[in-house]
């Protein structure tokens, strides 16, 4: 369940503004929250497979004549991308449990107020799975 904002009555632009981009955040969480874990098992598989081509790369290099200087720099620039994979998965990851805990402070905020709809005061927020 993700919350939702409703306006009631006549209200100024600025406040319409305002709804306009809660639901837009809303909207985005909601596809980070629905699209991280597939997303970070297709990331995962490329780094898998880039890391088992990494240890044939200096082979697959000579092969085909590299220089050794040059052969060092395309196996240095490699091994940084695979990190860069690796970095970004975890990134990932991260801002889908920041944007869970985002969404938790929005329902305690809105109970808190007074704001949320009748029969969801305890509704429970789902807890960020850790991987």
């Not at 990331?43 to 200087?69: D, N, T, W, Y």
């Not at 196996?75 to 449990?97: C, H, M, R």
């Not at 305690?108 to 789902?126: D, F, M, Q, R, W």
Request: with cysteine; hydrophobic share 35%.
């Amino acid at each position: 369940q993700y919350p939702t904002m409703e306006l009631q009555g006549i209200v100024p632009e600025v406040l319409k503004k305002i709804v306009t981009a809660y639901d837009m955040m809303i909207q985005t969480i909601r596809t980070l929250v629905e699209n991280t874990d597939s997303l970070y098992e297709k990331i995962v598989q490329c780094q898998k497979a880039a890391m088992e081509f990494h240890e044939k790369l200096h082979s697959i290099g000579a092969r085909e004549g590299l220089k050794e200087r040059k052969l060092q720099k395309s196996v240095e620039s490699f091994t940084w991308n695979i990190t860069i994979l690796k970095g970004q998965a975890d990134l990932l990851k991260y801002a889908k449990n920041e944007a869970q805990e985002n969404l938790k402070q929005i329902h305690y905020a809105a109970v808190s107020c007074g704001l949320n709809k009748p029969g969801t005061e305890n509704a429970e927020i789902s807890k960020p799975r850790r991987s």
